[in-house]
Each structure stands twice: as C-alpha cells, then as structure tokens.
C-alpha cells in the first residue's frame, strides 16, 4: 500500500497552506490558465519573460493541495531561468510523478519531494496541472489549458 | 427459469418481523462488498454514482449470454423468442416498478441521460420555440441541464432556472413567478445527486399542470431511495438509469405518458422502430417500439428487471427506514468533526450527504479516505450551478444505499479525523 505520508509530505503540505509567488505579476508579459475540469481545479500563471529569461513568475486560483504545492515550488524552481530550461525540468516533473525518481530526478531538486505522487496514478493531473499552463504560457497560447 | 426469480431463500433472513432488514445477511447478496482495497475492507459510499450488484443480477446476465442470446422482435426461431419472452418480461416489471398505466409507456433507453435527450429532441422539437421557455432547477445536474440548452439555442427559446435557498429547496414562489405562458416544459430532478434534497415534485406537477405545462422529472436519484408511482405523481415524463438501481450500466427508462409519446415524433431512425418503410414512405412502429431503434441492450433490460425484482423482495419500506436511519446518523456523526460543514440541509433529504471541511480541498479528502478502503466521490458532481450557488469549488460526497451499515458511517468518520490529521 501507498504510504500516505509519500504523497503528503511537510513540504508539500506547508506549501499548500502558505503557497509562495501567490500574486498576480503587474509586469506580466505571458499568462494561461491551467483547468482541471474533473475537479474544479483552476489557476493562473503569471510569466515576466526578459528574451529567453524568466525574470519573475507567480500564480493564483484554487485547488487541492497537491496542485497548489506544485504551483507555488514551481514557480521558486523557475526564477531566473530560462524558457528552455523550464521546459526541461517540466519533462523531467513530468516524469518524476508518472513513473517515480530516475537517474535524472537530482536536477529536479526540492522538486524531488513530488516522487510520492506516481503512487497515486489519478493524482498525476493535480501536480502537472500548473506546469501546463506554464507551458502553454511560454508558447504564449491564449485558450486556457485544460488537463482534460 | 424467468428473468426475475420469485425468491431469495436469504431473504427471510433479510426481512426480519419487525420490519427493519437483517443488513448483514444483505450484504452476503453482495459479492464486491467482500473485497479489499489497499488492504482495507470495502466501505462503499459512492452509491449516488452508481450502485453495486446483487448476485443474481450478475448471474443474469451471464445466465443470457451463455443459455439465452439471440436478437429480440425478430426471429422465429427459439432462442429469440425467450429472449423477447425476457425482455418484454422486464419492461412489465418495470411498468408496475414505477406504476405506469400501460407497458408501452416504459422506453428502454440507455440512461437517464438519453431519456432526457430523447424528450428534449422530439417533445421539446416539437412543441418549444422562438420565445418559449424551458423551466428547471438549480440543483439540476448537467444532464438536466445541457440538453434544454441545445434545444433552445436550436429554438430561439430560453431556459429559465428555479432559484434555491441556502438548505438547497427549491423557492416556491420563484417557481410560482416563473411558470408562466411562456413555459412549454419544466424538467426538474426527484432528489438532487449534489444535496440529497427531495423535491416536491407532486405538487410542481400539479402547480405546472394548472397551466398546461408538461413535466419531465429526473428519477435516478430518487428510485433507488423512494416508492415512486408515476400515476399518483402525475408527471408527464420520468427518467431513471438501472446502473444506480442495482441493475447494469447502459440500461436505463423513460416513461412518458401514451397520449404525449404518440403524437411526438421519433428520436432515432432504424431498425425495430418501424412497421414498414419504402423509399417514399416509412411508417413507425406503435409505442413502445416507435423510440427504441436498433438492437437494444438486451441483457441490460432484463438484468435491470432482475435488479428491480430483488428490490422488491427486499421491500421498499425497509430499505427507505434503513436508509433514512443511516443518512441521519451519518449527518449528526460528521458535525462533530471540526471545521467540516454539510452542503445541502434541506428539511427532506435521501441518499446524499455532501459536505467540505475547511482549508482541506475535497480530492484530498478522497485520496486519503481511498487508501482506508473507504470510496466517496469528490468534486463537483456534474452539477457545477449548485457549486457556484454555494460559492465552493466541489465537495466531498458520501452517498448511501440498501446495503450500508453504521459501521461503514463509523469507517467514514475516523476517516475524516485522520484527514484531519494529516493537515493538522
């Protein structure tokens, strides 16, 4: 049995309750929204993109606190990186949460307290759901994203 | 050998002599409530979504696919006819299930979902348009909802939305302000999958009926909780779905009364719902058959008859004071867990008890009940207007059916306090 306690970890719990970067960017130059219609999940990612540098990031909306924790370490992650960058290490997420810590999961960094969540297959959603918008933002999409 | 077997030998066990049901002795009928999940035994309280089977539904099932299979209304040969024979067995069944006047009043349609759609494409194609309104609630699910939309986009007409209180009622008197001469239909739910809340639907049907309004009622929440007399309700159309009444997925009925069901149109062209067809003119099929082309679920139709059948032994009666006794132990055993609020307290409830819990969202309540073996739904219940009513983005729901004990509402609750735990 999945140990609760690999899903719920402090970290992630205490991100939920006071998420970091919870705002929204005056200097904004990207936004997309990410929605999760199957259980109301909705959040805003705000980018301030200088060339291929991400100089700010932050976000806003509601969901469980799988998803919030994800959003508010996510953006602490991507500060001050750049686009390709970012997308790199939501590859790497990605494949932390499908299918557990692999070779590459050290670059994640505090990211890495995610692994829990490939213990719990319909939780994938929650976790990803700020990196799609974040993705959708940097291709500078303009629909809201949708995990469905 | 008939599709509904007369008796269940455990069900004298089941009934006892002062009217409330040996529980435990049901359960046994029950084969899924003796597995595990994540190495806890099952408590299942997701009913509302669907409900599980009794054994013998599912040896029906498979008792027709491997004795009896063969296409229905058509062949000479035997097998066909014992498969008519068992169809036309369960739609009688369910004619007297719902106290229809007539057989041909009950429509073998996939869900309550496709009765409604069925109504909304042929009765409201008929009758709505430009400037005619659509009545419902808003406690509605999404299947009550979206096919009146379609329609009166398609129409120029409006769909019009009862208001509710802070209990989750219906407001009568909007309901009274609303009806008006424009209205051609009022769709409205039995009991509210999101709230549990029971609607006065005799008295809708006879305030509406004052004004010549037809009324659709969405049975699937209220079938398996209440007796329902389609007569006595006087409502013109009622819908339910087998899967949430014990019976299979992909089976479901409309009823809708003789004279309404003949002058509308046909929904679905084809096979079975004609008496003949040229190339210049095809003549349809008297009722019920005018509305079920194709082949049908049949396995579906007489496992939902079987479903029906098993219901009936075991006696709406007790299965209503069974169930009420539990919804009320469960209400006043969940207030006493801090910070959790009940979504829906409306003064006449079945079923459902959907609740939040501060600064918890409801997918994290599901997750952690889920590895204590204990299934509840989380979400927004395909009803989002009742969601936004209540300025909350989902709930957590627990909902009850004949076969849950105090032990399985005991379950839920050190549930809940371990919820509360891993947010402590």
Redesign the interface.
């Known amino acids: 049995?999945?140990d609760?306690r690999d899903?719920?970890q402090e970290v992630i719990?205490e991100h939920s309750?006071a998420p970091r970067n919870y705002r929204e960017l005056p200097n904004a130059n990207q936004k997309a929204e990410g929605y999760n219609p199957?259980?109301?999940?909705?959040f805003t990612v705000y980018l301030e993109v200088e060339g291929e540098s991400i100089r700010d990031i932050s976000f806003q909306g509601?969901?469980?606190?799988?998803s919030k924790a994800s959003a508010s370490m996510m953006t602490q992650s991507l500060k001050g990186k750049t686009r390709a960058e970012a997308e790199k290490l939501f590859e790497q997420f990605h494949k932390l949460v499908t299918s557990g810590p692999n070779g590459n999961s050290g670059e994640l960094g505090k990211l890495a307290v995610f692994s829990g969540v490939s213990e719990?297959p319909?939780?994938v959603k929650?976790a990803t759901l700020a990196w799609h918008a974040l993705h959708a933002a940097l291709q500078g999409k303009q629909q809201p994203v949708s995990t469905e | 050998m008939t599709s509904v077997p007369k008796r269940w030998p455990r069900l004298q066990e089941v009934r006892r002599r002062d009217g409330i049901f040996n529980v435990e002795a049901l359960r046994a009928d029950f084969p899924i409530l003796r597995r595990q999940v994540?190495?806890k035994p099952l408590v299942y309280l997701d009913n509302a979504a669907t409900a599980q089977k009794p054994q013998t539904v599912i040896d029906t099932l498979s008792r027709y696919y491997e004795q009896e299979n063969a296409n229905i209304h058509r062949g000479v040969h035997y097998l066909s006819e014992r498969a008519t024979e068992e169809y036309e067995a369960a739609r009688k069944t369910i004619q007297h299930f719902l106290n229809a006047a007539d057989a041909s009043e009950i429509i073998f349609v996939r869900g309550a979902t496709e009765g409604i759609n069925l109504v909304a494409q042929t009765y409201g194609r008929a009758n709505v348009g430009r400037g005619d309104e659509v009545l419902i609630s808003a406690m509605e699910h999404h299947s009550n909802i979206v096919p009146w939309q379609i329609l009166c986009e398609e129409k120029g007409a409006k769909l019009r939305v009862i208001p509710i209180n802070d209990s989750g009622e219906l407001i009568w008197e909007e309901f009274e302000k609303l009806l008006g001469s424009r209205t051609k239909i009022v769709a409205v739910t039995h009991v509210s999958n999101a709230l549990g809340t029971i609607n006065p639907v005799r008295r809708i049907v006879q305030q509406a009926h004052r004004a010549n309004v037809p009324v659709l009622v969405d049975g699937a929440q209220s079938v398996p909780h209440l007796e329902v007399d389609v007569q006595a309700l006087d409502c013109d159309f009622f819908v339910f779905s087998g899967h949430k009444l014990y019976g299979p997925t992909g089976i479901g009925i409309l009823y809708g009364k003789s004279a309404l069901l003949d002058a509308m149109p046909p929904y679905q062209g084809g096979g079975d719902m004609i008496s003949s067809v040229t190339f210049e003119k095809t003549i349809y099929n008297k009722l019920p058959y005018k509305f079920e082309a194709g082949t049908p679920h049949i396995a579906g139709g007489i496992g939902l008859g079987c479903a029906i059948g098993y219901l009936n032994g075991v006696g709406f009666e007790s299965v209503e004071r069974h169930e009420h006794g539990l919804l009320e132990y469960a209400t006043q055993a969940v207030t006493e867990i801090p910070g959790l609020r009940v979504v829906g307290t409306a003064a006449e409830k079945a079923g459902v008890l959907s609740f939040v819990m501060e600064?918890?969202?409801?997918?994290?309540i599901g997750?952690?009940l889920d590895?204590q073996g204990i299934a509840i739904r989380?979400?927004?219940h395909c009803a989002?207007p009742v969601?936004q009513r209540f300025g909350i983005?989902?709930t957590a729901r627990a909902s009850f059916a004949l076969y849950n004990t105090r032990e399985e509402v005991d379950a839920l609750v050190s549930g809940l306090r371990k919820v509360r735990e891993?947010?402590a």
């Open positions: 049995m999945a609760l899903l719920y719990l309750k199957l259980c109301g999940d909705h509601s969901g469980c606190a799988i719990f319909v939780r929650c | 994540h190495g600064g918890i969202h409801p997918h994290d997750t952690i590895q989380t979400g927004h989002q969601m983005p989902a891993v947010f």
